[in-house]
């Protein structure tokens, strides 16, 4: 059952918009690999705004996934593409449909 989440919200420096979103669309393969991740989303909140959320049924699985590849690289190439810090959530989830 899909009980925990992570949910980022990333904001770009101006001029980096496009690459954040990039950054993020090629993700995606990464997140496909991880098997401890149930649903990975990628989201553009407003114009520099962009967040990721991400499912999973055990805390090592969220673990992993805090551990693993595209955590790596989004720290990598955070001082280039990011205004400030990402801020991560840790999150319960309520209800799941």
């Known amino acids: 059952m899909v009980k925990l989440a992570i949910l980022a919200r990333l904001e ?10 990039d950054f993020l669309k090629g993700a995606l393969p990464l997140a496909m690999e991880e098997a401890g991740t149930i649903n990975w989303f990628a989201l553009q909140i407003g114009p520099s705004t962009f967040g990721i959320f991400d499912t999973f ?36 989830l309520l209800a799941v449909k």
């Open 57 to 92: 049924e055990t805390q090592e699985g969220r673990a992993a996934h805090l551990g693993g590849e595209i955590a790596k690289a989004l720290m990598a190439n955070a001082p280039d593409l990011l205004a400030v810090d990402p801020v991560l959530e840790m999150v319960d």
């Open 12 to 21: 770009a420096k101006p001029g980096k918009e496009q690459d954040v979103a």
